[in-house]
């Protein structure tokens, strides 16, 4: 108890100072890692949970990343791009329910019309909205002169995960081959930060093979970076993948959850003023893992307004919520914000906080 006291006292953790927090599997002693995030989110980024409307735009995907149920070699799946008229009312169902954020996801694509689509719904959202709102992408790596187009075209953010930062774990959960690339996927992270994007990355917890020393430095690396928010959430198998091969590897759904949120405190104790996202992987593994996750440390949350005739085809991993999860999502909110005193930031962007800072020291 004294230890952790002291080393959460300290100004700046160390590998193995993480380490040690990390291995700490007694209730009383993670509560007071919890205590310490939650007092230095309170502190940084305030009590405000701030809202970001999914849309899971297409599940075709080029790539074949060992672990994720959309992958191409995955001929099970029924694949779907939204179409553009349903794209614009998840959007204008997100402005006129003041979220102030929505999300456009995918698996990666990069031909000509895919990226000309983007740009032209990014010109589209904004019209529709007034401009007013904030619009993240995630859809994988793609050249600088893509992610310029994007940016021009209205996007603000963009999410890139490393996945796992540790080159070896990369590499045993990819391909070997030039699309599934360890530095190419760092590179694309830097030229989304000198185009002016704020940068999102983040990893998967409890990847086969990934041991307590990796995942601190994984925390280390999102420091290195400098990102300006993290989504990272729990390995979830899908049992058509590769890696499913390997769920002898993995620890129990508890000690994944276990592992996540003391993952969550740190990250929020190492880089006080990012965004966090409590994201969807935490409720495939715990009935209240997002909503814990935002008790702890997180202050970004991701209601999905995907339509629901194409969502149950986004299947990541096993397990994955799929229905109405943007309007029970919000009401169960309601109720837990009474019982913890935080608040929806309705109609605020919620900006990176780090983001703001780090772009005007410049
Ligand atoms: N194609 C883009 C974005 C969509 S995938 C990309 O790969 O960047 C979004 C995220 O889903 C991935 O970054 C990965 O971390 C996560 N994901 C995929 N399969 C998963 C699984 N089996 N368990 C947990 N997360 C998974
Ligand atoms: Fe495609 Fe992203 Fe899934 Fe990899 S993680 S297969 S890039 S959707």
Redesign the pocket.
Known sequence: MIDIKKTLKKKELSKGDLIFLLSQYNKDERQLIFEKAREVKKKYVGNKIYLRGLIEYSNN?K?N?L???IRYNNKKVKRYVVKDEDVLQCADYAFKNNYASIVL????ISNKYFVQKISNLLKEIHQLTDNSLKVTL???EQTKETYKRWFEAGAHRYL??I?SSNKNIYNNIHPNDIKHNYEKRIQALQNLKEIGYQVGS?I?IGLPEQSIEDLADDLLFLKNINVDMVGM??????TD?PLYQKKELLLSKNGRYNLSMIMFALLRIIMKDINIASTT?LDAISDFGRIEALNIAANVLMPNLTPTNYIANYN??NNKPNSLLAYKLTNHIEQYKNRHGCSIAYGEHGNSKHFNLRTQKK
């Open positions: 995907c790539k990343c672990y994720c149920g996801q995918s698996g990666e995630s859809c994988g890139l995960r996945e983040g998967m959430g729990p390995y979830v198998e899908h993948t992987a990541l991993y």
